[in-house]
């Protein structure tokens, strides 16, 4: 992911801020709900969360740390098949998305994910042009509301 392809300032957010906000929306979402993890999206997040300009043991660090906090989440992981490829293709010209992110939204498609959080620019673009799922900023921790079906 590039720094373009976010949204304004949020990289001037601080990582403790984040971890917070992270935490908080998936213990809200993974008490009443089924959180589905691409698997791909789940390395290029690690890859993320190791930083720039670290010493390598200090990328090491980070890595096993995120890594320890996610398996403590009970994900439903997806993984990048020949399904979510042929889902995924006719999205990446339709929408002008990247590979990784068309996959992400085609999974969703795929295990009926009603809801992708993001601060990606162009997956919000998308918004809700995908039938069924809802592309947006994730909500402040207090403000989470579920749509629970009745």
Do not use: C, W
């Amino acid at each position: 992911m590039k720094e373009s392809d976010l949204r304004p300032g949020a990289r001037d957010t601080e990582s403790s801020v984040i971890a917070t906000n992270v935490a908080a929306l998936i213990d809200g979402n993974g008490k009443d709900h089924t959180i589905v993890m691409p698997t791909a999206i789940y390395v290029e997040l690690l890859g993320i969360l190791r930083g720039k300009g670290r010493t390598p043991a200090l990328e090491a660090k980070s890595v096993n740390k995120a890594v320890e906090f996610l398996e403590e989440v009970d994900f439903l992981f997806a993984d990048l098949d020949e399904h979510v490829v042929d889902e995924a293709v006719p999205l990446i010209a339709k929408h002008h998305l990247t590979g990784i992110d068309a996959s992400l939204l085609a999974t969703a498609s795929l295990f009926d994910v009603r809801k992708v959080y993001t601060i990606d620019r162009g997956l919000l673009k998308v918004a809700n042009s995908i039938p069924g799922v809802s592309v947006e900023l994730p909500p402040p921790p207090m403000t989470l509301q579920l749509d629970i079906p009745s």
